[in-house]
């Protein structure tokens, strides 16, 4: 860990090497954890054991550091953008099959920012300019001539054993007695942690001189093995062959067709794919438990419930024995139409109450989505249903931030289903919509065009309803509002006429914005009430969300400025709680508005700045309606002629510099950060006056629930400021922030941030 950290500080690039299991992952975790307070803009681990399309490296960067790409841009050119000027350490681990990729895309990525630093683990150095190499040795074995009593405990390798031995058999220690049988064990697994690890959980089963004998008896079979293969690996190859032998025939066919899935899998995922020929539906849980035991599965508790995953070593061995069974066709495809069922069952249910879930469901999924639209895109007969699947996806591709990926898929799909059909008019309406996000109007156009033309020929009600909707946001983009609203209308009709919930509120969140740019108020307000109705009786909240947000500008447009704050901080609250970034953005501008109007010019300035940092943030063109851009930019001249332009300039900088919970905390009026003065030193700098008033309640030993109540707040607002104090005073603990505090508030100590001494 002290060599890697040192390392850091002549080198860019530090790549942790290494055999499989010796432990790369874990010690580039904990030399994360120790240096991640030097990293300004934090710390950040991107999994790459699951990737397995080289073309999805950049973006799924973008995804593991929550950057949301709306633009049409190369994902690489926006990773860049990203981290230009960002002082942050990027983990990436288990790069040896992406190597190449991995090495061009790591130069680019230091070459472009100065202050970015990168944690590679990989089975092979990545091979590039200022990168410097930590072979990661296996652990430590006792010295057997060292005369000290009690030296055999002194060795990596058996404390290792010992502490995960006791993990599954209580009160085992090393002894006089077994010191022998457990060096021997870690000797003979080469100090190797994934293969100590995998021996000891057998101790539940046998003594140490029994699981001895067994090791030894393996590596024999194991002589005939390539020489060219290292010895550790051997090593390794032949517990993992013991560990299958030992499991029941049931639990190594389910071993075997488990490792048909990518980035884990659930309960109910494993009984459909995993069960039959020779396993009972009803069997799967019992043999994932038995797995789970056996270490060979490792249980996770996720957003959505509990959720298994294999150790890669485990899972290849696991593809290697379904190879061999001649069944890897059928378990492919097995998993195939479970992950298609699971998406067309999103679909149906991603306007309602589940709909949250749903999101994060299909976010936690993603690689197992992924290979299942592979399997259907390898073959020209599969490929229907790959433009179904994709199609189904749509909100997935919308909210996961996977819009360019959503938008290929689509596109390898209608380029092989050209004849008119129903799901022909929905992949094309589906894709117009991502094109329209990522400002890709052209695209757009072409696409709205098409499905209007397969829903007039095939007279499908619900393919022109959509084509009327995003026709009417083209027209927006275009400048014409009339046609907008008048598009906007049609669409409206064709909905209420289909009887699709989901459609009828998107149709009548951009109708409201549309009539309220051009001055009918009323019917905006009409609108946007009737919106918020149809989504609160289905228990949708994240398109009820949008439709508070427009509702605002009109309600603000009446004169009714207290009302429409009050619903944009509720959507604001929401779009957080979900990260739409997007949407998070567009409650901001409006309260910037309100603000100005209300003549509170520093705070509009300084949401103003905020707007502008996370337009970069989500690498999108700025406001693209021209009346919303147009009545924005009649906020920004009012508001910087009010301060005067170098007061509007420190404001609007002061909002984009805040972190992004600070952003938000302020634009609810949870925070007064960015109204501090420049300057102002006090000694209790650097916390703004919020926070000095929360580490006194601290100080009190007030919980972050107890904190909420008395500041009347949102406990997760008083969570959040605890972190900033915490990340700002350079703290661990609330005991160090109470001792702090108390100081300051000790007699004779300067005057503190509420003037009092």
């Not at 959720?307 to 059928?330: D, F, K």
């Not at 398109?543 to 605002?552: D, I």
Request: proline content about 4%; hydrophobic content about 40%.
């Amino acid at each position: 860990m002290n060599e890697a950290k040192r390392m850091f500080g002549t080198a860019p690039v530090v790549t942790l090497t290494g055999v499989g299991g010796v432990g790369k992952t874990r010690l580039a975790i904990h030399v994360a954890a120790e240096v991640q307070r030097a990293f300004r803009d934090g710390v950040w681990m991107v999994e790459l054991a699951t990737l397995e399309d080289p073309k999805l490296l950049a973006q799924t960067l973008l995804s593991a550091l929550h950057v949301q790409n709306r633009s049409s841009r190369p994902p690489v050119e926006v990773l860049v953008d990203h981290v230009r000027d960002k002082q942050m350490l990027v983990v990436l681990d288990n790069c040896e099959h992406l190597l190449e990729e991995c090495a061009v895309l790591t130069t680019t990525l230091v070459r472009s920012a100065p202050e970015l630093r990168i944690l590679a683990t990989s089975r092979e150095a990545l091979g590039i300019a200022g990168e410097r190499v930590l072979a990661v040795p296996t652990l430590s074995l006792p010295d057997s001539e060292d005369p000290q009593p009690q030296a055999w405990t002194r060795g990596e390798a058996v404390q290792l054993f010992a502490e995960r031995a006791s993990a599954v058999l209580p009160g085992f220690e090393v002894t006089e007695t077994n010191r022998t049988m457990v060096e021997g064990i870690c000797r003979r697994l080469d100090g190797l942690p994934l293969a100590i690890e995998l021996a000891a959980v057998r101790l539940r089963a046998l003594s140490p001189e029994q699981l001895l004998d067994r090791l030894e008896n393996r590596f024999q079979l194991l002589t005939t093995g390539p020489r060219a293969t290292l010895p550790r690996q051997r090593t390794l190859r032949a517990l993992v062959d013991w560990s299958h032998g030992l499991c029941t025939e049931p639990e190594q066919l389910l071993w075997a067709r488990a490792s048909v899935f990518t980035g884990g899998l659930d309960l109910e995922a494993a009984e459909a794919v995993c069960s039959g020929d020779g396993i009972a539906r009803e069997q799967v849980l019992d043999l994932v438990t038995g797995l789970v035991d056996k270490s060979l599965l490792v249980r996770e508790d996720s957003p959505t419930g509990m959720r298994y995953r294999m150790l890669e070593t485990i899972r290849e061995y696991g593809r290697e024995q379904l190879l061999a069974s001649g069944q890897e066709a059928t378990l492919r495809r097995r998993h195939r139409d479970h992950y298609r069922d699971l998406a067309a069952q999103a679909r149906a249910e991603a306007f309602g109450p589940d709909q949250l879930e749903w999101f994060a469901r299909l976010r936690i999924e993603h690689a197992n989505l992924r290979q299942a639209l592979d399997y259907c895109f390898a073959a020209p007969e599969e490929a229907e249903t790959g433009l179904s699947m994709a199609t189904d996806l749509v909100q997935h591709w919308k909210t996961g931030d996977y819009l360019r990926e959503g938008r290929d898929r689509l596109d390898q799909g209608l380029a092989a289903i050209t004849e008119p059909s129903e799901l022909r008019g929905r992949a094309l309406v589906v894709n117009a919509w991502l094109a329209n996000t990522q400002a890709d109007v052209v695209t757009a156009e072409s696409m709205v065009r098409q499905a209007r033309e397969v829903g007039e020929q095939l007279g499908l009600e619900a393919v022109l309803a959509y084509a009327a909707l995003y026709s009417g946001t083209i027209a927006m983009y275009r400048g014409d509002s009339e046609s907008a609203v008048a598009l906007y209308e049609e669409a409206v009709s064709r909905h209420r006429t289909t009887g699709d919930p989901m459609g009828l509120t998107r149709a009548l969140v951009r109708l409201c914005l549309a009539r309220a740019l051009l001055g009918d108020v009323s019917s905006a307000v009409a609108a946007g009430e009737e919106c918020v109705a149809i989504c609160e009786a289905h228990g949708d909240r994240w398109v009820r969300a949008y439709a508070m947000t427009v509702l605002g500008v009109p309600l603000w447009l009446q004169g009714d400025a207290e009302h429409a704050t009050a619903l944009e901080r509720e959507s604001l609250r929401f779009q957080h709680s979900i990260d739409d970034v997007l949407g998070s953005r567009f409650n901001i501008a409006v309260l910037a508005w309100i603000a100005a109007g209300q003549g509170q010019h520093r705070r509009a300035a300084t949401l103003l700045g905020i707007v502008r940092s996370l337009e970069r943030t989500v690498h999108i063109v700025p406001f693209r309606y021209r009346q919303f851009l147009r009545r924005h930019e009649e906020c920004e001249s009012c508001v910087r002629e009010a301060l005067g332009k170098p007061a509007f300039e420190a404001a609007v900088k002061r909002g984009a510099g805040l972190s992004y919970d600070e952003k938000i905390f302020f634009a609810l009026g949870e925070s007064d950060s960015a109204n501090e003065p420049a300057g102002e030193e006090t000694s209790w700098s650097p916390l703004t006056r919020r926070e000095a008033e929360i580490a006194r309640l601290v100080a009190q030993g007030m919980s972050n629930k107890e904190i909420a109540v008395a500041l009347v707040i949102a406990q997760r607002t008083a969570e959040g400021h605890v972190e900033h104090i915490l990340n700002k005073l350079g703290y661990n603990s609330r005991t160090q922030i109470a001792l702090w505090a108390k100081e300051r508030d000790t007699p004779g100590h300067d005057e503190g941030p509420t003037g009092q001494r």
